[in-house]
């Protein structure tokens, strides 16, 4: 990342942070809040180069990692929103995505983010969910997520294209 990308990153990640834990809890569906932080990684994915996407998944996916009140074990979001990066920046093969796009790989990164989760709990006994309800789990998350993609995307893909013009879409 330049000089200039990475206070803005981690601006965007610590408000989305913030919000996350402190306000949305307010109003989560079933227990489960939109994930502000993946939002953040995806809008960066699609404007920013592929490894300074991952290298943002990583810290963002770290910091939901260790911010109360976390529950699980470490890691978990750190390897899910690395893999979000990679799969989102994916998408961005130097030609501007669509609308449509955009929302498109927010449900599928918030499927496969949240699955990732959900999963690696599974593998490490860290949650006792079963897995229709972890499956209900996907789903709101998905739901939440793609509700909130015309509100936060469309801004921090803004902000971040103005850093780099020849990535900005």
Same mark, same amino acid.
């Given at each position: 990342?330049?000089?200039?990308?990475?206070?803005?990153?981690?601006?965007?990640?610590?408000?989305?942070?913030?919000?996350?834990?402190?306000?949305?809890?307010?109003?989560?569906?079933?227990?489960?809040?939109?994930?502000?932080?993946?939002?953040?990684?995806? /809008?960066?994915?699609?404007?920013?180069?592929? @490894?300074?996407? %991952?290298?943002?998944?990583?810290?963002?996916?770290?910091?939901?990692? =260790? /911010? @109360? @009140?976390?529950?699980?074990?470490a890691g978990r979001w750190a390897l899910a929103l690395t893999l979000v990066a990679f799969l989102a920046a994916r998408v961005r093969q130097d030609v501007?995505p669509t609308a449509i796009a955009v929302v498109a790989t927010v449900a599928a990164a918030?499927?496969?983010?949240?699955?990732?989760?959900?999963?690696?709990?599974?593998? +490490?006994?860290? @949650?006792?969910?079963?897995?229709?309800?972890? =499956? /209900?789990?996907?789903?709101?998350?998905?739901?939440?997520?793609? +509700?909130?993609?015309?509100?936060?995307?469309?801004?921090? %893909?803004?902000?971040?294209?103005?850093?780099?013009?020849?990535?900005?879409?």
């Open positions: 990342m330049t000089r200039g990308r990475v206070p803005v990153a981690f601006v965007a990640v610590v408000v989305a942070l913030l919000l996350q834990v402190s306000l949305f809890p307010h109003v989560a569906w079933h227990g489960i809040v939109p994930n502000l932080c993946l939002l953040v990684v995806v /809008a960066g994915a699609l404007t920013l180069p592929a @490894p300074s996407a %991952m290298v943002l998944g990583f810290v963002a996916g770290v910091a939901l990692d =260790l /911010a @109360p @009140p976390a529950d699980h074990l501007r918030s499927f496969v983010g949240t699955s990732v989760f959900a999963l690696t709990g599974l593998l +490490l006994d860290d @949650p006792a969910m079963s897995v229709p309800e972890l =499956l /209900a789990v996907i789903g709101v998350a998905v739901v939440w997520d793609v +509700l909130l993609t015309p509100f936060v995307l469309p801004p921090l %893909m803004k902000l971040f294209g103005r850093l780099d013009p020849r990535l900005a879409t």
